[in-house]
């Protein structure tokens, strides 16, 4: 700021240096810096699949070492949070494949000259609940992930049932 002598009063109008305000600009929202594209990004990051890959395997050997109850049970934790988003990150790659495949059959079918056909958001579930199925047929886990759920739909059941302090 301008240095002024506090022996004179203050104009009424004083001259103030503007001083240009910083734009925060966040990449995610801003057209600057591209459209997002999960396929290129996958591609682009790809390396840090096998670094996790190692974090992994370094995490479990330090797991068999570890003789501290506290630790041990961090290094679990640990361990159990990297399989789930591996887990998580195969299961949306799967579904980004499946949904590839499906618009590719649509060009092909325009390109036939046949009028293309979109999927309703329940028509998809369905696929999926299929596909997982399918799946649980080949691994040989249809009947406990079946009986899991039916269990889960009598305990709803029971919530919804009114208490029997009311009748």
Same mark, same amino acid.
């Given at each position: 700021p301008l240095e002024m002598s506090a022996k004179k $009063? #203050? $104009?009424f109008l004083r001259? #103030? #240096?503007s001083v240009r305000k910083k734009v925060h600009r966040d990449p995610r929202f801003d057209d600057l810096s591209g459209e997002y594209k999960p396929e290129?990004?996958?591609?682009t990051y790809s390396f840090l699949d096998s670094i996790k890959q190692k974090e992994k395997e370094m995490v479990q050997k330090q797991l068999k070492k570890c003789r501290n109850t506290e630790q041990k049970k961090k290094l679990q934790q640990l361990l159990n949070r990297m399989t789930q988003q591996e887990?998580?990150?195969k299961k949306q790659q799967e579904l980004r494949e499946r949904e590839l495949s499906l618009k590719k059959q649509q060009r092909e079918l325009a390109k036939q000259g046949k009028k293309p056909f979109f999927l309703k958001k329940s028509e998809k579930r369905?696929?999926?609940l299929a596909a997982k199925y399918a799946e649980l047929k080949r691994s040989g886990k249809v009947e406990s992930f079946l009986s899991k759920k039916r269990k889960r739909n009598a305990i709803k059941?029971?919530?919804r049932l009114p208490s029997q302090k009311n009748l």
């Open positions: $009063p #203050v $104009p001259q #103030v #240096v290129i990004f996958m591609k887990r998580a990150q369905k696929l999926e059941d029971k919530r």
